[in-house]
């Protein structure tokens, strides 16, 4: 059994660049959710994916978009980066019979 | 909506003492109660959850935690800490297991010798 795996682990942008970051959820997972976590808080939802429908939105703008595929694997874009969006962005597959989510070890966004 | 608060930003405590680190949930449904542990640089790892039944839960690492309905928290205990226990602790609530997670802000455990 896989876990859930993200990549790259860090990457640096300029503001007013995009992103994309990716997941890959763990086997027999359908569910996909990404949060945002800045220095010193708590992960904040973004938003969820089941079965490549976007299935809950969090308060993010729509330059926070993703993707989910037939593999269940995930993508977060990023358009028009801003500073504040400097953060630990964290995956979480799941399944819609579980009762947990389990975490990916995030992907470190700088943007300068 | 809910909402998760952790009522200690920072515990220090020694080595081999007990500790509890506090948290306190609203929501206008059931819900299900987790605790996650975040090592330096690292993602979240589940240390355990409240779905329904006991109310005493018991996690890994010799972690323990107790739902109580009627003061709506969900207390994490772990009777004698370790060195290796310093990481930051989240407590979160959902509505399903496949649903969002709401977190709090964290509390820093911070175990000395």
């Known amino acids: 059994e896989t876990g859930v795996t993200q990549s790259p682990t860090h990457l640096i942008k300029t503001r007013g660049q995009q992103v994309t970051l990716r997941c890959s959820s763990q086997?027999?997972?359908?569910?996909v959710s990404w949060y945002q976590q800045a220095l010193g808080q708590g992960p904040q939802f973004i938003f969820q994916?089941?079965?490549?429908?976007?299935?809950g939105r969090g308060n993010f703008p729509p330059r926070f978009s993703g993707l989910q595929f037939p593999n269940y694997s995930s993508e977060l874009n990023v358009n028009a980066l801003e500073l504040d969006d400097s953060a630990l962005y964290l995956c979480?597959?799941?399944?819609?019979?579980?009762?947990?989510?389990?975490f990916g070890q995030g992907t470190r966004l700088t943007v300068v | 909506a809910q909402s998760v608060t952790q009522l200690d930003s920072q515990v220090p405590v020694f080595e081999e003492a007990p500790v509890e680190l506090r948290c306190n949930y609203s929501s206008s449904v059931s819900v299900y109660l987790f605790w996650y542990v975040q090592y330096p640089n690292q993602g979240l790892q589940l240390l355990l959850k409240?779905?329904?039944?006991?109310?005493l839960v018991k996690g890994i690492n010799g972690f323990e935690a107790e739902f109580n309905k009627s003061q709506t928290s969900f207390h994490l205990r772990k009777p004698s800490v370790h060195i290796s226990d310093t990481a930051e602790y989240f407590c979160a609530v959902s509505e399903g297991g496949y649903s969002t997670l709401t977190f709090g802000k964290g509390t820093m455990l911070l175990v000395s010798p």
């Open positions: 979480a597959s799941s399944s819609q019979t579980g009762s947990s989510a389990f």
């Open positions: 086997s027999g997972h359908n569910t």
């Open positions: 994916y089941y079965r490549e429908e976007e299935n």
């Open positions: 409240y779905l329904s039944g006991s109310t």
